[in-house]
């Protein structure tokens, strides 16, 4: 059983950045973060796989969010830059303890993007 804890959400405007933090209560092999906004299905945005660190994104936010984090701390960020309007969500992290799907949820935390 892992624990994920998120956080760093806020209200911003259109081209501000903001940052996301989620920890981990233990190992895992990859965590990630989802986002989900009003009336729509949660969507994937970003994952990284600590064993030799590689990361995917999702088409939206290439070039603008960043996935890093500490696999010793079991901390993941996502760094999100250009924010628009459409990015506006409740951001989730997940984690996974092996290859395959997400286990583990955060709690969700709001990020807003005001025009």
């Known amino acids: 059983q892992v624990h994920l804890v998120d956080s760093g959400g806020g209200l911003v405007q259109a081209g501000d950045s903001l940052r996301l933090s989620c920890v981990a209560s233990g190992r895992t092999f990859k965590m990630g973060w989802f986002r989900q906004a009003p009336g729509k299905e949660r969507e994937f945005v970003a994952a990284i796989y600590w064993s030799g660190g590689s990361t995917r994104y999702d088409d939206s936010v290439k070039g603008r969010f960043a996935i890093s984090g500490n696999s010793a701390k079991n901390t993941v960020y996502l760094q999100m830059n250009s924010l628009k309007p459409e990015d506006t969500a409740v951001y989730y992290c997940?984690?996974?303890?092996?290859?395959?799907?997400?286990?583990?949820w955060g709690q969700g935390t709001q990020v807003t993007v005001s025009s």
């Open positions: 997940a984690a996974a303890l092996r290859y395959g799907a997400y286990e583990y």
